[in-house]
C-alpha cells in the first residue's frame, strides 16, 4: 500500500515528468484500470440503461391509461425497430410482458445497482479510504466489461423470433421455459444468459470491493473510522458475493430446463394448451422461486444500502455536524446485511406456505425492520441541530428520507402475512417497492451525482436546473405511486396487460388513476430533461470549483487534488479522526478533515 | 374505525374471515400513519428550525435524548404485538384450521377442484354422490383441465364448470378449494372473500371461505401467467342453500364433465 | 374411433365436368354424438354478448344425404415430378369472430400467406405447436383492433390446429398442402378440386374427429368423381 501511492504519486511540480506515456484513446476510457474511469463508465452506461427502462415503462404506461390504442409518434418508432411485434404501433400483451419483463431487469440489474455499486462504489470507496485504487485494478476492467455485454445481450435480446424475455423479471419457472417452448433460442434464453454474465460480473466486483476496503485502507483509517458510505458499500459487496451464487446456479439450470429439456423446475404432468409437455417432470417450480428470492431480497437491500451510505455523506455534509449514532448505524447496516438472507420467503407467503416456516418467515421480516428503522431514524436526528444548506444534492438526500420512509412503512402490511392475504400482487405491492427504489434510491443516486460531480470534474452542476429537476421530480414520483395504493386497496392486481379493464367499469376509480399516473409520468419524464442538459452542459461549462474540497468536507474523497490523478492522491494520506468532525467545538472552521492532523 | 380504508376502495367483505383481515390491515394502516405523521413533523420542524440561515453553526453533539431509542423499542414492540396477537392466529385460521365433515349433508364443508390453465379457471364438484370421478393425466387436455375419464360411475354425476363457466357456491357453508394448475403458477384470488392461493402445477393447495354474502364474484389471476393474464377473470355466484342445491342437482344430472370441445 | 374406407373411385365419361376437375362427395356412415353447447363460451362476460344464442361445437357438420362437410381433401401423391406448384399471391384468411375460428376447417398452400384476423373487440391469443419442420411455431396475443397478423407455413402439414388460450375451447384447423389442389367439402359433403393434370393420383381426406382417408383416383382430361365415406362407430 504505503509503496503503491508513493510511488504513483510524485509531488504536484513532477507530475509532467512522471506520466512519460500518456495512456491512448482505448487505455484511457475503453480499457481503462483506474477505478475512477472504471466509475464514470459504470456511471454512464447504466443512466443509459435507467433511461432505456423508464422509456419502457412509458410505452406501458401509455397502453395502462389507453389499453390497445397505438402509441403516439413513438408506436411508428417501435413498429419500425421491432416489426411485426409492435405492428401498427400499439402495444400487444406480449409486448407489454416483454417490456415488463425488461424494465424490471433493467432497472434492477443494469441500472441502478450499477450506479449504486458499479459507479459510486467504485468512484468513491478508494478515494475515501485513501488507496491508490481498487485492489485488483483488472478484475475491476473484466467486471466493467462483463457488465456492459451483458447489457448489449440483453437490448439484443428484443430482437430474437418471439421477442424479449417475457415472464416478469422473477422468470418463474414453468411459465419461463414454456412461454416459448420449442423455440430452441429465445428471449428468456438470452435473459438467462445475459444474467449469467452480469451475476459473474456483480461476483468479480464483490471480491473487489471486499479486498480492497479489507486491505487498502490508509494509515490511520480504522474501521470505526471509516465513512458510513464504505460502511455500505461493504456489507453490499457482501450480499452480493452471497446471494448471487444461487441465482446464477438456479440461471443455469433453468437454461438447461428450456434448452436440453430437463426438468430441475418442471414438475409431472404439465399439459400445456392441451399438450403433455415432452420432458420428463419430477421437478420443482418452487425450488426456482427459493434460489430467485434467495438473491431476490438481498439485492432489495443492495438497493438500499448504498442509497443510504450516499444519503449520510451529503446529509453530514450539509447539516454540518456528525451523523448522530454512527456507531448504531454500521452495526444496522451489518444486521441488515445478515438478516437480508433470512427472510427471503416472505415473498412466497401464499405458495402453500404453512404456519410455522410462515411464522419464522415473518418474525425475520419484522426483525430486519427495526435496523432500517434504526438508520433511518439516525438520519432524522442528525438533522436535530445542524445548520442546514439546501443545495441540490442536500434536497435529494433529504427527500430520500420521507419517501424511503412511505416505502419501507407500506412493507409492513406486505410482511405480515395476514395482511398480504390480500395485498399480494397487488399494485399496493408496485407501489411500495417503487417508492423504495424510485423517490428511496434513485432520488440518492442524484444526490451522490450532484455531491461529486465538482470532484470528478472540477466543475459544480448548475443549481437552478438541479432545483428544477428535484421539484418536478418530486411531485411527479408521488403523483406516479401513491395512487397505486388506492389501485392496490382495490384488489388490482399487478401486470394486467390492459390495465385492468376486465375487472373495473371504465369510471371506476381505478382505472381513472391508471390515466393520471400515466400523466405524472409523462411529467417525471420531462422533469429529467433539466437533469440530462444540467449533466452535459456542467462538464465544460459549470461554474468552476474554488478548491478541492468545495463542500468543505471531512472525508478523503475531497482531499486529492481535482479531479483526481491516476493514482488519486498526492500524497499518502494519513488519517487522524473519525469521518464526520464537523462543527466540532474547540474548532474554528466547521470542519476537520481526517487526514488533517490538528 | 375502518371507514377510511373502505374509502380507499377495498370491496366490501363477503367471507366469514374477511373483517379479521380487514381489521388487522386498518390495525397496520394506522400504525404507519402514525409513524409516519410523527417523522414527517418532526423533519419538517427540524428543517425549519435548523435552516443554516437560522443557524449559522451546528451543534456537534446534537439531540441527547434517548427518545428515539424508546421509540424504536415501541415500534419493535408494537410489531412483536402486531405478530403475536393478529398475524399468526390469523394465518393459522386461513391455513390450517380447515373446516371437517360432521356428516351432515345440509352444513358439511363443499369440497371443489379448481383447476388453472391458460388463461381461464375450472371448477369440479362431487355432485350429489360425494365421490370424485376417475381422473388421469392422459386424459387431460385443454378442454378436460381435470382430465376426467367419463367412464366410471363416480364421475357421471360430477359437476364440472370448465373454462369459465361460473360455477355456484352456497351461502354460510365452507367451501374448500383444492386449487392446482396444469401448466404454469397462477394465483387463485377472491378480492372481495380475502382468499389469496398461489396455483402450482405439481402442487395441490387447499384455501378456505365461508360466503356471508350472496351476489356475483370475481376471480382474478394474480400471478403473471402469459399474454392472457390480464383476463383470466373468473366468475362464480354466493346464492342461497336452496338454490344451490337445485342448481347442483340440475348440473349433476346434465352430466358428468369428462366431454371436450376439441 | 374406427373408420374404414367405403367406396373406391368412379371413372365417369363424356357427361363430366371441366376436364381435369375432381368432384366428388364425402358421407359420414352412422349417427355421430350429438354436438356439446359450448357452455363457457355463452357464459364469458365477452363472448356471451358476441354470440346470439346457443353455441355448438361443430365435430361434425352433416348435411344433405349424410354429406360430411369440413373435410379437408387434398393430393397425396400423384404429381409428376418436378410440378410446378404455384403459390397462390392472395392471402388465406383465418378470422376469429364470436369467440370461434371462422373458418372453422380451410385449405392453404405450402408457402401461401395465411392471413390470422381478430373481429372481436378482445383479445385472443393464437397459439400454434408445429410439427412439420421448416413451420412456425408461434403464439401470439391479438387484441382489440389489432392488425392481422400474416403466416407462412413452408411446409404441408394436416392439420395445422390454430387454439386460443384466452378462450380454450377455440379450435381452428388449416390444411397445408404442398400442391394447390385441395378443397374443403361443403356442408353437404360436396368437393371440387380443380386442374389437375390427367393421371394417377391418391388422394387424402382429413376429417378433425374422423381421422384419415385415402383414396386412389385416376383422372383422365375429362376430370373424375369420387366419393368417400367417414365411419362412425
Known sequence: MSTATSHSHAPAHGHAVDHHHEPGFWQ??????????????????????????????????????????????????????????????????????????????????????????????????????????????????????????????????????????????????????????????????MWLIGMVILITSSLLGAVNFITTIIQLRAKGMSWMRLPFFVWAQFVTGFLLLLAFPPLEAAGVLQLSDNLLHTSFFLPNGLVVSGQQLPVSGGGSPLLWQHLFWFLGHPEVYVLILPAMGIVSEVIANNTRKPLWGYRSMVYAAMSIGFLSFIVWAHHMYLTGMGTKVSTFFQTTTMMISIPSVMILTALFVSLWGGSIRFNTPMLFALAFLPMFGIGGLTGLPLGFNASDIYLHDSYYVIGHFHYVVAPGTIFAMFAGIYFWFPKMTGRYMNELLGKIHFWISLIAMNLVFAPMFIQGMRGMSRRMADGGTAYYGADDIALTLNKSITHAAVLLGLGQIPFIINLFMSIKNGRKVENDNPWKATTLDWATPTPPPHGNFAAEPVVFRGPYEYSAPGSKADFLPQDQKS | MFEILKKFGMPEPASAHASGIDDFIGYVHILMLILFVGWFAYYLLALFKFRASANPRADYTGVKSHMSTYLEIGVAVIEAVLLVGFAIPLWARAVEEFPVAKGDPATDPIEVQIMGQQFKWSAHFTGPDNKWGKQDIKSASATNPFGLVGTDDEGKDDVVCALGEPFKVPLGRSVICRISSMDVIHSFKIPSMRVTQDAIPGMTIPAHFKATQVGSFSITCAQLCGSGHSVMRGDFEVVTPEEWEKWYAEKAAAGGGAGSFE | MKYTFLLSSLFLGSTAVLAGDVTGKVTVKGTPA?????????????????????????????????????????????????????????????????????????????GQTVEIRNSDPFLHNVNFMKSAVGNPTFNFAQGKGAKPVDKVFAKEEVFVKLQCNVHPWMFGYIGVSSSPHFAVTDKDGKFTIKGLPAGKYTLGFKHLKGGDLTQEVEVKDSGATVAAAFDVK
Not at chain 1, 410505452?59 to 403516439?72: D, H, K, S, T, V
Not at chain 1, 419500425?80 to 410482458?97: E, H, P, R
Not at chain 3, 354470440?51 to 404429381?79: E, I, Q, W
Open chain 1, 28 to 189: 484511457k476510457y475503453i480499457f481503462s484500470t483506474d477505478h475512477k474511469m472504471i466509475g464514470i463508465q459504470y456511471g454512464l452506461t447504466s443512466l443509459f440503461f435507467l433511461l432505456f427502462g423508464f422509456i419502457l415503462v412509458m410505452c406501458m404506461r401509455f397502453q395502462l391509461a389507453n389499453p390497445e390504442a397505438p402509441i403516439p409518434v413513438f408506436g411508428k418508432l417501435l413498429e419500425l425497430i421491432l416489426g411485426d411485434a409492435a405492428k401498427g404501433g400499439s402495444m400487444t400483451a406480449d409486448l407489454y410482458n416483454s417490456f415488463g419483463a425488461m424494465h424490471g431487469t433493467i432497472m434492477v440489474f443494469l441500472a441502478i445497482v450499477p450506479l449504486a455499486f458499479g459507479a459510486f462504489g467504485n468512484y468513491v470507496t478508494p478515494l475515501q479510504i485513501g488507496a491508490p485504487d481498487m485492489a485488483f485494478p483488472r478484475l475491476n476492467m473484466a467486471s466493467y466489461h462483463l457488465f456492459f455485454w451483458g447489457g448489449v445481450l440483453m437490448i439484443a435480446s428484443f430482437f430474437v423470433p418471439g421477442g424479449s424475455a417475457k415472464s416478469g423479471w422473477t422468470s418463474y419457472s414453468p411459465l419461463a421455459t414454456v412461454a416459448e417452448f420449442g423455440k430452441p433460442f429465445n428471449g428468456q434464453t
Open chain 3, 34 to 110: 350429438a354436438e356439446r353447447p359450448i357452455a363457457p363460451l355463452m357464459a364469458d362476460a365477452n363472448c356471451g354478448k358476441a354470440v346470439s344464442g346457443p353455441v355448438n361445437t361443430r365435430h361434425y357438420v352433416v348435411g344433405a344425404d349424410s354429406g360430411l362437410g369440413n373435410v379437408f381433401v387434398y393430393v397425396k401423391a400423384g404429381l409428376p415430378e418436378g410440378y410446378k406448384t404455384e403459390v397462390p399471391a392472395t392471402k388465406a384468411v383465418m378470422d376469429q369472430v364470436g369467440c370461434l375460428y371462422e373458418p372453422y376447417v380451410m385449405g392453404a398452400v405450402a
